[in-house]
């Protein structure tokens, strides 16, 4: 504390309001496969945080049959009602990203000049021109009309066709063309030589690609204010250097090209690989997957839109020009500078195997200065050329109208069992990256169920032990499985979890696992059909259910909390003595039953320990989960102060409210907290350790409720008994 010396009045503020803190105890992780999205341990990404279905849909994209394992599906389930706060770890190995190519092209455009010495055929004497103007008409790469044709007039006070000063400037043209250039412009002014003190300039069309084309008809008009038409336009050759040839006539028509692919193309590449970017129809005729649609967007700039699942899901309005912001900036072109949350842009020359990126160039220049030589040339220009014109250098160039699908993307998924145990075990790379149940080993995820739904029969037993091994190696949550689909009668189930199954070969002995059995049957709405579902998924739902209806101390189980509403059937039907077997002599199954009229309900509780102690419940298991991170998360503040009375007082004033407050709320029967000289020994203090003992009664559940029936003669007297 400070030392007050001069006098004065001081003011000394002490934060003293310590209080235990709230911790959310519905966080699922679930591992598995998908189509699309961040893959954990690839670019710094851990789990991703899913708080809706339909962010789970737009992030991971559908499930499908032909995705290994049910993590997609599980998703689903559990945040139907279960919870919204999921963490969705994607496995993959060797997915490739998919990809459409943008065609880049030139915009038709004819070259002006507005000197009298180029002006040939006017017949005018100067002081008697009394304006000019130019009809301009657009067509887009589909040869449709763009918009109504335009008629744009220079007024004489703004002309200068004496031969004298060099004739009207490029300032003055723009100042009616380019100046009022927007998205309801067809045409604009380009300056020739990017000096404004020039007089010639070119009217360039909206529209890239080989069947834009521009019509422009310049006229001049005299004091009897007749409209007069003068040979002062030229087409470019092959929209490169202007033609040598003068127009005969004062209409001209230019035609726009497309660079061929192999020299050039726009990569829009999505942010993640997998086939769920693959644009396509699905069987119900709505469309899957990520497309690139270049829209048609006023001066040089480029409107770019992405699909989602047929839906327009972002716009991004970018020039190529230097003076404006690059498209390619706009999308991003790497990962880390990414602005789309589906794809990154790149320029790429060559057959894009091994991509070359650069950026385009300005929207005047000529396309060498993208490619860095000539470049193979695709449709007409201005009718000096035909189709497949090689070895030209265009200009004026953008990407050409036109929605470009994604495709080629792959999701990853290996083929044999070995390798899709190992992906979704996955393991800690060399940058500190996580990859696969790994990426579950982080304390800022809070996750406090998780579960690798139906991965297999042949990797089952490897990955259901990595699994439980983590959950107990970090004590941060519950692992749920269950044995395989089809493995068989109520016995067979029996011995599978106790190492004598096909596919499992030990024990399944934790108090950090849950199994439950059978599978289920559900109706997908995304193929309309049935499928089975592991159980686990079920057991993690209600689980949810039960932290929002009740506490995570209280059974997820039974006709209150278990009761399953989604699933039609199951796999196996139980009677009394299955679920006997499977719950009692040292099996720790949970059964999952259809009772008639009642309905489908999980009807047990064990964790997978099977010694008979409190935790081989889950309500407790699940409890004591809770206490840990709520200890955790309000006590390491008090790491470094004084190992005195004083600390060891705060420690027991915020462990007892929180300990009384789960016992009012029905999960402690009795508690106490010590932490005082008794436990901070001498010896523990001078090792820099302070100790703090808690005892907790948990509360126990009534699985098995008796009734005594009882009957007396009439003398009995029923108030004595």
């Avoid at 004739?167 to 063309?177: E, P, W």
């Avoid at 500190?432 to 991965?455: H, Q, R, Y």
Wanted: net charge negative; charged share 15%.
């Amino acid at each position: 504390m400070a030392n007050f010396v001069s006098p004065g009045v001081y003011v000394v503020e002490k934060d003293i309001s310590d209080y235990p803190a709230s911790i959310n105890s519905s966080v699922v992780g679930i591992v598995g496969f998908a189509g699309r999205g961040p893959i954990a341990g690839v670019s710094h990404e851990k789990a991703t945080l899913i708080t809706s279905q339909q962010q789970l849909i737009d992030t991971f994209g559908e499930p499908s049959e032909d995705i290994k394992g049910q993590a997609l599906e599980g998703a689903l389930e559990i945040l139907n009602g279960g919870t919204n706060s999921m963490r969705f770890v994607r496995c993959a190995s060797g997915a490739v990203e998919a990809s459409g190519v943008a065609t880049i092209g030139g915009c038709p455009a004819v070259w002006v000049d507005l000197t009298p010495s180029v002006m040939p055929g006017i017949g005018l004497a100067d002081a008697t021109v009394s304006g000019v103007r130019f009809t301009i008409t657009g067509y887009d790469n589909s040869r449709n009309k763009i918009r109504d044709t335009k008629v744009y007039t220079i007024p004489k006070n703004t002309l200068s066709l004496s031969s004298t000063n060099g004739g009207t400037s490029v300032a003055a043209m723009s100042q009616v063309i380019g100046g009022s250039l927007n998205a309801d412009t067809v045409g604009f002014f380009a300056n020739a030589n990017n000096n404004e003190s020039t007089t010639s300039g070119y009217i360039v069309g909206l529209a890239a690609g080989q069947f834009a084309t521009l019509e422009v008809k310049m006229e001049l008009q005299n004091d009897d204010d007749a409209w007069v038409g003068v040979n002062a336009i030229k087409t470019l050759n092959y929209l490169g250097a202007e033609s040598s040839v003068t127009q005969g006539a004062n209409t001209t028509t230019a035609s726009g090209t497309s660079i061929d692919p192999s020299s050039a193309g726009y990569l829009a590449q999505s942010l993640w690989p997998g086939g769920g970017y693959n644009a396509g129809t699905k069987a119900d005729g709505t469309t899957s997957g990520v497309s690139f649609e270049v829209n048609i967007n006023g001066g040089a700039t480029v409107a770019a839109q992405v699909n989602n699942l047929g839906t327009a899901a972002e716009s991004f309005i970018g020039g190529l020009t230097s003076g404006t912001a690059f498209i390619e900036n706009q999308i991003g072109t790497t990962y880390d500078g990414k602005t789309s949350d589906y794809i990154t842009g790149n320029v790429v020359t060559g057959t894009y195997v091994d991509i070359t990126t650069t950026s385009l160039p300005r929207f005047e220049s000529y396309a060498k200065d993208l490619v860095g030589g000539a470049v193979d040339l695709n449709g007409d220009s201005g009718g000096n050329g035909g189709e497949g014109v090689t070895e030209v250098n265009p200009r004026f160039i953008k990407l050409v109208q036109g929605t470009y699908n994604l495709s080629g993307g792959t999701n990853g998924i290996p083929a044999d069992d070995t390798s899709v145990a190992t992906a979704i075990i996955g393991a800690t790379q060399s940058d500190g990256g996580k990859t696969g149940i790994e990426a579950l080993d982080d304390d800022v995820l809070n996750i406090s169920i998780a579960l690798a739904p139906g991965t297999g029969v042949g990797d089952l037993q490897n990955v259901q032990n990595a699994l439980i091994t983590k959950a107990e190696k970090t004590q941060n949550f519950i692992a749920l499985i269950s044995p395989p689909y089809a493995v068989g009668t109520p016995g067979d189930a029996i011995d599978w979890t106790n190492g004598f199954g096909g596919t499992r070969t030990a024990a399944i002995n934790n108090s950090y696992a849950a199994i439950y059995w059978p599978w289920l049957k559900v109706f997908s709405v995304w193929d309309n059909k049935d499928r089975w579902l592991a159980p686990e998924i079920f057991g993690a739902r209600q689980m949810g259910v039960t932290d929002a209806v009740a506490d995570p101390w209280f059974a997820p189980a039974g006709f209150v909390r278990g009761l399953l509403s989604k699933p039609t059937d199951v796999e196996v039907s139980l009677n009394q003595g299955d679920r006997d077997s499977m719950y009692s002599g040292g099996n720790v199954i949970n059964p999952i039953v259809n009772f008639p009229q009642r309905g489908i309900a999980i009807f047990g509780q064990r964790t997978a320990q099977r010694d008979p102690t409190a935790l081989d419940r889950i309500n407790i298991r699940r409890m004591m989960i809770y206490i840990k991170k709520a200890l955790l998360a309000s006590t390491q503040r008090l790491v470094f102060e004084p190992n005195d009375k004083f600390t060891w007082q705060r420690v027991e004033q915020l462990v007892n409210p929180m300990l009384d407050e789960i016992s009012r709320r029905r999960g402690i029967t009795e508690f106490k907290c010590v932490c005082d000289e008794t436990v901070n020994t001498p010896i523990r203090v001078d090792r820099n350790e302070m100790w703090c003992k808690v005892l907790i009664k948990p509360t126990k559940t009534a699985e098995i409720v008796i009734f005594e029936l009882n009957l007396t003669n009439q003398s009995a007297n029923l108030g004595s008994l």
